[in-house]
């Protein structure tokens, strides 16, 4: 779901390298998919100290992605695995404690789930969320493509 830039592979664009067992070019796979570790995989997402495996992305519907430094301060983004996710259950929940303190970018997948068109949706407090749509509307590009732009951390989007 998540773009690679080293690849020119967009966002909720299928790899060219997946393959039936998994990455196909696993042993020389790109530093974006070397590097990145969602938020589960951290650990951030723990509650009490305990590991809830309902917040794994393949069971919550929605995987976590946490950009300490950007314009907007510290960012989150919630991808949607699943269609239509990021609108209840647990992640739902998570979201919205996020948006609380945090600028939050729910990435949302089409009806084709992994392989659809995707969109996005910005939550958080609303100074922030005014602030960064401005920013991304003003460019005047594509969806996702300003996401990237506003970003300071590293690029794999
Ligand atoms: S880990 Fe492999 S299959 Fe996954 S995005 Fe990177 S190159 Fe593609």
Redesign the pocket.
Known sequence: MIG?HE?E?GTYEA????CES?????AD??T??RTFECQWLRGVLEFDGTIDTSLRPDSCGVMFDYQPESAFGEVFTAWEVEPGASAGGHARDIIEGLAETFLVIVMTCGPEGGNGDGDYRLVGPPPLVMQASDVMWSRGRGATQPLRDIMSGPARW
């Open positions: 690679v690849l592979k790899c060219r390298h997946l998994g990455c196909g070019i696993y796979r790109p974006s998919c």
